[in-house]
């Protein structure tokens, strides 16, 4: 099951190689396929055997913490956010990976077992990925790119190039293919 995606990319990567695989997200899918849309706390306890999970890093992700000190209400929104990563984490299912980018999840629940680039997997692109892994091997790079300065998705400060606009959050958070790829062929098993 793969908790909090409306992309469907990991869901159908695991398709792919035969599995029989669920996304979960409050929204609909964007790829037609196996999708239940609602709150993933509601179904943990259906007989899980593998869950990747995206939370919402909005207010965890320690690029945006500098917020809570200026924004009334925003730490209790980061309380909230790391209590639902806390019960995916606690989930009833034997594998678990958690992702999220440089967060306070690793100050507070616990640091995570490996850093992850989407250039580790062929992909043109920086996004410093952490993963907290629950009876799971890391991830072994699939396609190492040369070290450079700059990927396809940044600006020359190094910037994320994709400027303000409503949907923002949505084209940034799309998992990597390379990224859903690797987790499908070294997660799924036979
Ligand atoms: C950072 S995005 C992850 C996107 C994902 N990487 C993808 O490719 O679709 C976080 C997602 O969590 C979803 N979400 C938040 N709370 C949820 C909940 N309680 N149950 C299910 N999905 C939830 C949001 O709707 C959002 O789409």
Redesign the pocket.
């Known amino acids: 099951m793969v908790?909090?995606?409306?992309?469907?990319?990991?869901r159908e990567a695991f398709k792919a190689k035969g599995h029989d695989a669920w996304s979960?997200?409050?929204?609909p899918t964007?790829i037609l396929g196996q999708h239940i849309q609602?709150?993933?706390?509601n179904i943990l306890n259906d007989g899980w055997d593998l869950m990747i999970a995206?939370?919402?890093?909005t207010y965890l992700a320690v690029s945006g913490l500098h917020w809570n000190t200026r924004v009334p209400g925003r730490p209790q929104k980061t309380e909230e956010a790391l209590l639902?990563v806390k019960k995916l984490m606690d989930a009833p299912i034997n594998r678990i990976a958690v992702?999220n980018p440089v967060s306070c999840i690793s100050t507070r629940i616990r640091k995570p077992d490996q850093i992850i680039q989407p250039w580790f997997f062929g992909e043109d692109a920086s996004k410093k990925t952490c993963l907290w892994l629950q009876n799971l091997p890391s991830l072994k790079d699939t396609n190492r790119l040369y070290e450079k300065t700059r990927r396809g998705n940044q600006t020359p400060s190094g910037q994320n190039k994709l400027g303000p606009a409503l949907d923002r959050?949505?084209e940034r958070?799309?998992?990597y293919l390379g990224i859903a790829n690797a987790m499908a062929d070294q997660w799924g098993g036979d």
Do not use: M, N, Q, Y
């Open positions: 908790a909090c995606e409306f992309s469907g990319i990991v979960c997200d409050l929204l964007e609602g709150d993933v706390l995206h939370p919402p890093c639902f992702e959050w949505k958070s799309r998992t």
